[in-house]
């Protein structure tokens, strides 16, 4: 459908938030691709507040490693591997946080005895509502790594990849799609087999003890996520329209 959209007369500019498309179109050096723009996904988060006090509002203790999974709270976002991953990991200073609505199929899941018993523990703390700006910078402020390993037929691009950034924090994402292509560019995090507890271990575990490991990937997720600002969007779209 991109191509039939480039191939209107009339149409001079295209815009598009997808990276790879845009170096594969630039590659072809097609006619109808010179159309094309490439704008960076917004995604910021607004907040002063420091790290302690983030997880002081949210009752976590500072000596816990904490993975956040947010947004929509549905199977795609990979939670029943994560959660199935526990089983296997030594979860003693490990919290797992959910933030976001959660469909029926998750509610089902967090019902589950062993995982009632992981929230009682608070290895799991699950916020399953819509998070308005203030909630979203503490949530996000208050973790160490965040997961977005998304599973299924999903491909695509996330918000919360690139927020991640903003603050610092390395993703975890799986080892196909778009996310684990932009992760080998911009090397911001680690990828890993959803499908293999071990290999979700493994990814939580290096990013857990190897602290220099941690660091380069988030600096480089701040470097990537400096692009993807409100400000920078409006710009280039700004610019794009200048034929």
Known sequence: YKRQLLRIKNLHRVTLVDESFYEYAAREKRSEYEKLKFVPDPA?????KTKEQCRRDLGVSTDKFVVLVYGSLTPRKGIQELLGAMKTLDTENITFLLA??????INELLNVPEFKRYIGQKKLLVRKWFHDHEEEYLVFSASDVV???????FFGSSGVFYQAGALGLPVIVNRHGLLSWLVKRHDNGLTCDPADPHSI????????????????????????????TGSSFG?????????
Not at 100 to 105: E, H, I
Not at 215 to 227: P, V, W, Y
Not at 235 to 243: A, F, H, P, T, Y
């Open 235 to 243: 710009e280039l779209v700004c610019q794009s329209m200048k034929l």
């Open 147 to 153: 997961w977005t390993c998304y599973v299924g037929p």
């Open 201 to 228: 271990n493994d990814a939580l575990l290096q990013l857990k003890t190897n602290s220099e490991l941690y660091k380069k990937l988030g600096q480089n997720g701040r470097q990537l996520s400096e692009k993807h």
């Open 44 to 48: 910021e988060l607004q907040g002063d």
């Open 100 to 105: 976001g609505r959660a469909d029926d199929r």
